[in-house]
């Protein structure tokens, strides 16, 4: 399928997903799976939440992160989740659970995830083990980590739709709470890399 034909939400999220599959692992590049699809993701202009979701497919992590940092304070929990799935992919497993655990009682995550938290957990447990000591399997992590998006991806579809929008900064984006901020600084300013709890 050329880059021609890939021109909605769906025609790229079935592309990204045949492609390159549902990531368990941290992708072995920090690069963009195809660095031709980043103009084309972003292009489409759907809400946020939809475009990180595809960055995340395409393992253009920086991208994603960018939108989700507009998006990480209440009441944008579905930010908020895709931020923690976002460090799951990138191996930061500490700091996704941190994100989910802000975000288990949304609507979002408990369509995503109907056994709740510890069911979430326990998955990114999985994957971090299978990770760490190659003990796991990866089909079906892999399975399950599609199953997670693929419910995101439903739930954000139904909220927000896959129409244009024209300024995202009144669709999507919050004020970063005081705590965030303080983060956000620092790792900007040299230093501590991932969010600590």
């Known amino acids: ?3 021609t034909e890939l021109t909605s939400f769906d025609t790229l ?3 990204l997903g045949s492609k390159y599959g ?5 992708s072995p590049s920090p690069r963009p799976h195809d660095k031709t699809l980043t103009d084309a993701i972003s292009s489409l202009s759907v809400h946020p939440t939809l475009e990180s979701l595809l960055h995340i497919l395409n393992s253009d992590l920086p991208s994603a992160h960018f939108l989700c940092r507009h998006m990480q304070n209440r009441p944008a929990w579905e930010g908020m989740y895709i931020h923690g799935l976002l460090h799951r992919v990138e191996g930061d497993y500490r700091n996704a659970e941190a994100w989910y655990g802000d975000v288990a009682e949304s609507e979002c995550f408990t369509f995503a995830w109907p056994g709740g938290l510890d069911d979430a957990k326990a998955f990114i447990q999985q994957v971090e083990k299978l990770r ?3 003990v796991g399997e990866r089909e ?11 419910a995101l991806v439903e739930w954000c579809k139904r909220q927000f739709g896959t129409e244009k929008v024209d300024d995202a900064s009144k669709a999507a984006w ?3 709470s005081e ?5 956000a600084s620092k790792m900007l300013v ?3 890399g991932w969010r600590q709890f």
Do not use: C, T, W
């Open 140 to 150: 079906q992590l892999e399975g399950q980590s599609k199953r997670e998006m693929d």
């Open 1 to 3: 399928m050329g880059n």
């Open 22 to 26: 549902f990531p368990v692992l941290p």
């Open 190 to 192: 040299g230093g501590e």
């Open 13 to 15: 999220y079935a592309h």
């Open 179 to 183: 705590k965030h901020r303080e983060i």
């Open 132 to 134: 760490k000591e190659k």
């Open 174 to 176: 919050v004020a970063s």
